[in-house]
């Protein structure tokens, strides 16, 4: 496995066979050979906390160092997660394919490359926190530009559940006046789709904020 390809399920913190098929463009056979060969190698460790759900595999402490993501800390994965995990993960292999010029970046590493700038790169501000500084809410996914030219970077809600009303009218009012991104990108069931674009029509976000439907 390529340190390329551990630094992304690094940024995503775990993914699946199926994904990784979508990102190299390979079979499902063979993404879980190679993932299988990772794991004896000792860079990925396989979690499988939901029945009838694809395993997932996230990084070791040896996978993170051997590309260099050592920082981004070794990833969470539980029952309460794991789905989000599998449906983030599809949606970051079927972006990268259509976007070829644009990066997809997880929020695990989005975070860290905020961190290591000192500022906000496409995270929407909520506020303040209780030190004083800004609040940020950080998108599941991000595409980023790989050439000025293209634009500001594009965030990506995989929204599964339906939120408290208030919260997300509160999400989408930050993510409307949100200029670090030229746009935000719901991707949702349908019952939960009908939630957001609800959300969307109050603030007059529909030029900025769009929701589509996640296929299952």
Request: aromatic residues 2%; hydrophobic residues 50%; positive net charge.
């Amino acid at each position: 496995m390529t340190p390329e390809t551990l630094r992304w399920i690094a940024g995503l913190g775990a993914v699946t066979a199926e994904a990784l098929a979508a990102h190299e463009a390979t079979s499902v056979q063979g993404a879980r050979g190679t993932l299988a060969a990772a794991q004896r190698a000792g860079l990925v460790r396989r979690f499988r906390p939901l029945h009838r759900q694809p395993a997932l595999h996230a990084l070791t402490a040896r996978g993170l160092r051997a590309c260099d993501a050592a920082g981004l800390g070794a990833a969470r994965v539980t029952a309460g997660n794991a789905t989000h995990l599998i449906a983030c993960a599809r949606v970051a292999a079927a972006l990268g394919r259509r976007h070829p010029r644009h990066r997809v970046v997880g929020e695990r590493e989005l975070r860290s490359e905020e961190r290591a700038r000192g500022r906000a790169v496409a995270s929407a501000r909520l506020g303040l926190g209780l030190d004083g500084r800004p609040a940020l809410h950080r998108p599941d996914l991000v595409l980023l530009p790989r050439d000025a030219e293209l634009g500001r970077p594009v965030a990506v809600e995989v929204e599964l559940t339906v939120k408290a009303p208030r919260r997300l009218a509160a999400l989408v009012r930050a993510w409307a006046r949100c200029d670090l991104v030229d746009g935000v990108l719901y991707l949702a069931p349908d019952h939960v789709a009908r939630a957001v674009a609800r959300a969307i029509a109050e603030p007059a976000a529909d030029e900025r904020v769009v929701v589509l439907p996640l296929d299952p």
